[in-house]
């Protein structure tokens, strides 16, 4: 069996009934694993068996329920489709609206000043009849789809309404004489719906503001050398291993290595990081982001869409396909909502009419007001609209969370994990303490021990280096350089012998550590790594070594425990050097001593309390990461980072998990108002509109006034999304 995953774009759909009506389809079709059709981004995510069903029987599965598909451009974004979608509704709501004012003045207007026009009701009849079948003719289409598939839907309420209100006044005009006619309620009806549609689209448009922004911050040209001669390109004709010039003040066209000079890179965009980085030779750069200050070379070794710019626009969109489990509710409630509202609609007509004995005209306007009211829109709209904006603010603070469902989970969490190196420390040995312990002065010391270290590759051997040339230490040459793995080095400097190494290396070289057995002992006691350097007879000095604690490490642990989450440390340093670093990250619970096959275990151990996230780097602490409820990898946008954990930080900094996780209980808080307010509304508004105030307050809901609600409890569920682009993390 090959397994696939393939993406449609999906054009037609009028409401999240089409999406649950397509998933449908595609989920009965023999060798279809997963399907998920979201509305919102008018995307299908499918997962199948190649085997069996090919894209072309995707794409007839489709078709045949009565919408368009095809297969997705990796150019196309949600972006470009809302403006299309837009565009289309704006011009049907010019038509529309060219007809429906002037029906509303004479049909209303006129009636309330009692002006009198000579064939009122036939210039209505003018007026209505396009809005009603060219205007509304989507309706009727998605009825039709609906009915053939043996489902309703929002616009199987609309083509009810509306035909009766319409027909009901043709019969009336021509064959009841002085009877009533409704032509402007329908064609006011459907005016008001489009209207809501635009208001609709527009605010969707704006949930992807994130989306679009990071689509804008991609340059359009790039300066290349060919030849030795400078080519002004588009970044689209930029190749792997193309050198690349980025001058002041101007954007990284794509992902490459420094070859030549230096500078200071805004990367803002990519990281969510506000300061400059500085950059030199061998230094990454990425796509899009802004150089502020030299000129410099790189070598291209991403272009198109493999650029981590492309790749995390590809992730966010990807994610706001993604459905939150929440997000069955409102399907479990959309799919049965609509029958119910026409059996409640049929029997208000039967209750005014029959049993109440009022006119005709006024039990067809209670049920239409029913038919109109109770669309289930908002309630469909609830959860994607919250996960869109949500999922998009994270991305431009460098949170990138994978889907709805990973919002969901990271908002349940009881524990999270923090691996040690480069997550809650800066995972670059430091040397934190020299101490100088004989009579020579520092700088002999520092030259000597500088000189040989400056000889090995060793982590720890680096940092002693690091730490001369920083005091601008002269080196001297070295001369019978040899290692010793697992122990230290040793070589003539100025043809005097020198040892650097482990209190190990001392021991097995007969040196005496009794001077200096308590400092070590203490230094360790902090978590530190001890380096002696010795001459042939003693210990002239030593190095304490730390990888040191991220300066946020302390505060994001507080914070998350103001939450109201246990955080735990794991590493595989020793007890004693494990606690000391938990004790200043602000940590209580700790696993010392595992290994990284090991990790996954202690996930598991917690995950028989609650749910738990492991934070790493995303290189080391695969299986741990995979394990974990919620996989947070910290890996500021390398490839590694961006593939792996339902969560993305692209900056490396501890207070970016408590960030994650505020960012979705913000989002699922309002999924859950969205939808508090959408079914409120129905179970609210159903009622008024059947007429039940009716008797106290003898007021009948028009249609219109309801048309003009339900299009606003859409539109106020997306307003009530995008205030989550303006609360603080």
């Not at 402007?184 to 459907?190: F, K, N, Q, R």
């Not at 946008?637 to 207070?655: F, K, S, W, Y």
């Amino acid at each position: 069996m090959s397994e696939s995953k393939k993406e449609l774009e999906i054009k037609g759909m009028h409401c999240a009934s089409c999406a649950t009506l397509i998933q449908k389809g595609l989920l009965k079709k023999e060798g279809v694993k997963d399907a998920n059709v979201n509305y919102s981004t008018a995307r299908a995510s499918i997962t199948f068996d190649d085997s069996q069903v090919s894209i072309p029987d995707l794409l007839k599965i489709v078709e045949d329920k009565g919408y368009s598909a095809s297969e997705l451009n990796n150019k196309s974004s949600i972006v470009d489709l809302h403006k299309e979608d837009m565009l289309k509704l704006r011009n049907k709501l010019f038509i529309s609206s060219l007809f429906a004012i002037p029906a509303f003045i004479i049909g209303m207007v006129f009636m309330w000043l009692n002006i009198m026009l000579p064939y009122s009701d036939y210039i209505l009849w003018i007026l209505a009849t396009p809005i009603q079948f060219y205007i509304g003719w989507e309706f009727y289409r998605g009825a039709w789809i609906s009915l053939k598939n043996k489902s309703a839907n929002m616009d199987s309420l609309i083509a009810l309404g509306t035909s009766a209100a319409y027909f009901f006044s043709v019969y009336s005009l021509l064959f009841l004489e002085n009877s009533a006619q409704y032509f402007e309620t329908s064609a006011i009806l459907i005016t008001l719906v489009i209207l809501g549609k635009y208001l609709e689209a527009s605010a969707k448009r704006k949930t992807n503001d994130a989306i679009g922004a990071l689509i804008n911050l991609a340059p359009k040209q790039a300066v290349v050398i060919r030849e030795d001669k400078e080519l002004v390109i588009s970044v689209d004709d930029v190749r792997v291993g193309d050198i690349v010039l980025v001058k002041p003040g101007e954007k990284v066209p794509v992902d490459g290595i420094i070859v030549e000079g230096k500078s200071s890179i805004d990367e803002s965009m990519i990281t969510g990081e506000s300061l400059p980085i500085d950059k030199e030779k061998d230094a990454q750069v990425f796509a899009a982001t802004i150089n502020r200050f030299g000129s410099f070379k790189f070598k291209a070794s991403k272009v198109g869409k493999d650029t981590t710019l492309s790749k995390i626009i590809k992730l966010v969109e990807d994610a706001q396909g993604r459905k939150a489990p929440i997000q069955r509710f409102a399907d479990m409630i959309s799919s049965y909502f609509v029958p119910v509202v026409i059996f409640i609609a049929i029997i208000t007509l039967l209750v005014w009419s029959v049993f109440l004995g009022k006119e005709f005209s006024f039990a067809l306007l209670a049920a239409v007001s029913v038919l109109v009211i109770a669309c289930p829109c908002a309630l469909g709209l609830a959860t994607p609209a919250a996960i869109m904006v949500g999922t998009g603010k994270g991305a431009k603070e460098g949170i990138l969370i994978k889907g709805g469902d990973a919002l969901e989970t990271t908002y349940k969490l009881n524990y999270v994990i923090f691996d040690k190196t480069g997550t809650i420390t800066e995972g670059r040995p430091v040397v934190t303490d020299f101490i100088n312990l004989s009579l020579l002065e520092d700088q002999e010391i520092l030259s000597a021990c500088g000189s040989l270290e400056s000889k090995s590759e060793h982590p720890l051997a680096q940092a002693v280096s690091s730490f001369v040339l920083e005091k601008n230490i002269v080196l001297a040459n070295v001369s019978e350089f040899e290692a010793d793995p697992g122990h230290g080095i040793k070589g003539l400097v100025n043809e005097k012998e020198y040892f650097v190494g482990s209190p190990k290396l001392m021991l097995k070289r007969n040196i005496s550590l009794d001077d200096v057995s308590k400092q070590v002992e203490l230094l360790e006691s902090q978590g530190k790594t001890v380096i002696l350097f010795s001459d042939s007879n003693k210990v002239l000095g030593l190095f304490a070594i730390a990888d040191k604690i991220r300066d946020s490490s302390f505060e994001a642990v507080s914070k998350l425990k103001k939450l109201g989450i246990e955080v735990y440390l794991i590493t595989g340093d020793n007890k004693r050097a494990a606690e000391f670093v938990a004790k200043q990250a602000g940590i209580d619970n700790v696993f010392s001593e595992v290994l990284p096959s090991e990790k996954a275990d202690y996930v598991k151990l917690l995950q028989k309390k609650g749910f738990v996230a492991m934070v790493g780097d995303g290189i080391n602490d695969a299986p741990a990461l995979a394990q974990a409820d919620i996989g947070i990898a910290m890996g500021s946008g390398t490839d590694v980072a961006v593939e792996a954990g339902d969560i993305v930080l692209m900056r490396n900094d501890p207070l970016q998990v408590y960030r994650a996780i505020v960012l979705s209980r913000k989002t699922m808080s309002k999924i859950k108002q969205n939808m508090f307010w959408a079914l409120f509304y129905n179970i609210l508004g159903i009622p008024i509109a059947a007429g039940a105030l009716y008797f106290v307050t003898g007021w009948l809901l028009s249609p219109i006034i309801a048309g003009a609600a339900m299009a606003l409890s859409s539109v106020s569920v997306l307003l009530n999304s995008l205030l989550l682009k303006y609360s603080k993390l």
